[in-house]
């Protein structure tokens, strides 16, 4: 189980760079979790498309103001989102590499992406420990490259909100 902090202290990364999405879009929260980030956008007066597996989590951030749930299984059920277009999405702590396509293709112009999740040597701290949830060096970056302008990407050790290997990045779909 994870710690309190982390389920409702949204990024620091995330923080740093969410006010670079249009003021005023939608923004797409991928396997959001119990909603630290969905809470900080619309706090923000983004309107947010907050999407989860998991209905017991969907349900903390449930009536939240600016916010519409989702239940999806994204890995296995059908892509949800085919049809729109996004300002911003934000991915933390997940890694479904089949999403990446998609989650390009509905980035709109001036749309901005950020991502962080676990990476290579996290296995070192526990999990994710798995190959498949840990991104390989630079992996985000060939994930952008051509489609996206990177405006920060780091692959680094973190000790918080605990000591893991994490790659995170910050892209803007600018004409390239």
């Known amino acids: 189980m994870q710690p309190q902090h982390e389920l409702t202290t949204p990024s620091d990364w995330v923080c740093r760079f ?14 959001c979790g119990t909603g630290r980030h969905a809470r900080l956008l619309a706090g923000l007066g983004y309107r947010v498309e907050a999407v989860d ?4 989590h969907l349900q903390t951030v449930r009536g939240v103001e600016g916010v519409t749930v989702r239940l999806a299984d994204l890995e296995g059920g ?16 997940y890694l479904h590499r089949p999403l990446f396509p998609r989650l390009l293709e509905v980035l709109e112009q001036e749309g901005v992406l950020i991502y962080e999740t676990f990476a290579v040597g996290n296995e ?4 994710p420990s798995n ?15 051509g489609q996206l302008r990177v405006i920060a990407y780091e692959d680094v050790f973190v000790s918080h909100p605990k000591p893991a290997m994490v790659q995170r990045i910050c892209a803007r779909h600018d004409n390239v």
């Open 124 to 127: 070192r701290f526990g999990k």
């Open 18 to 31: 969410v006010k670079l999405i249009p003021a005023g879009g939608t923004v797409l929260d991928l396997a």
């Open 78 to 93: 059908p892509w949800p989102y085919a049809s729109r277009q996004f300002s911003g999405i934000i991915v933390c702590n």
């Open 53 to 56: 597996r998991d209905e017991s």
């Open 131 to 145: 190959p498949d949830f840990l991104l390989k060096p630079g992996e985000l970056l060939e994930v952008v490259r």
